[in-house]
């Protein structure tokens, strides 16, 4: 699927990048709606195209997956190569879990596994860097779904760490964001991916299908907000849009 009809002509378009034949953007997806942007869904895995250049867009977003950044599919190397367009161009990108697996990629990072074989599946701690906490408020706990994470590429940001995997959202230039966790889930995400993905949860270190929806009736406020105080910072409205390359100037 290429464009979405929409019935505001001229909407500026967030390109959103999915992994599965039934994927969803999510809460992401339906906060950027909101905030009067159209939303371009393509998945590459299933034969989309992606853009040479970010022109037609006012940002672009890598959801999760499944799979690895470090699998040898050609979507997924195809992927991770295009991402040199949002960041040469400095329109806003954000990586979600495998999204932020394959930005790293892109700068050279890398990507692997716990040493312990750790996993983080349910509810975990969550602690801004000095820097991070300069942004913005963080929630105390995020919701986690990965069994990878990712090191700190070279000229990158470290904007929030935890116990198990301590690189949990970065900053690249002005407008580049990678996130381990996974602020776009909704209740009904929840309840499939605790269902078809149920064989996780006894991988060491995940938490029992219960815990997950007993911490989204604690935490899920805190991400919520988060969540909207971020989409401030990196795209704003359609209306009124984030210009990054004038945030890059005043540094």
């Known amino acids: ?12 378009k967030i390109l959103v990048i999915l992994h599965q034949e039934h994927s969803s953007p999510g809460r992401v997806g339906q906060e950027l709606v909101k905030r009067g942007f159209a939303l371009d869904i393509r998945k590459p895995r299933f034969g989309d195209s992606l853009p040479e250049t970010m022109a ?21 190397q195809k992927e ?12 806003p990108f954000l990586g979600i879990c495998l999204g932020a697996q394959m930005m790293v990629k892109t700068l050279g990072g890398t990507v692997s596994g716990h040493g312990d074989g750790l996993v983080e599946i349910g509810y975990y701690p969550l602690r801004p860097t000095e820097t991070g906490d300069a942004l913005m408020d963080w929630p105390n706990k995020v919701y986690q779904w990965h069994r990878e994470g990712f090191d700190l590429p070279k000229g990158s940001e470290l904007l929030a760490t935890s116990p198990t995997y301590p690189n949990q959202a970065i900053r690249h230039g002005p407008a580049a964001y990678g996130i381990q966790f ?22 060491p270190g ?29 795209i704003g409205t359609a209306a009124a849009p984030v210009e990054h390359s004038l945030l890059k100037a005043a540094e």
């Open 1 to 12: 699927m290429l464009f979405q009809p929409d019935p505001v002509k001229n909407r500026p």
């Open 56 to 76: 037609r867009h006012a940002g672009a977003v890598i959801f999760g997956g499944p799979m690895s950044a470090n699998d040898p599919d050609a979507f997924v």
């Open 80 to 91: 991770i190569d295009w991402i040199n367009v949002p960041l040469r161009e400095q329109k």
């Open 182 to 203: 996974h602020p776009e889930l909704t209740h009904q995400m929840m309840v499939k991916w605790t269902t078809k993905g149920a064989p996780r949860m006894e991988l």
């Open 206 to 234: 995940a938490q029992q299908r219960r815990d997950h929806f007993a911490g989204r009736f604690v935490y899920d406020p805190a991400v919520r907000k988060w969540l909207d105080r971020f989409l401030d910072l990196w």
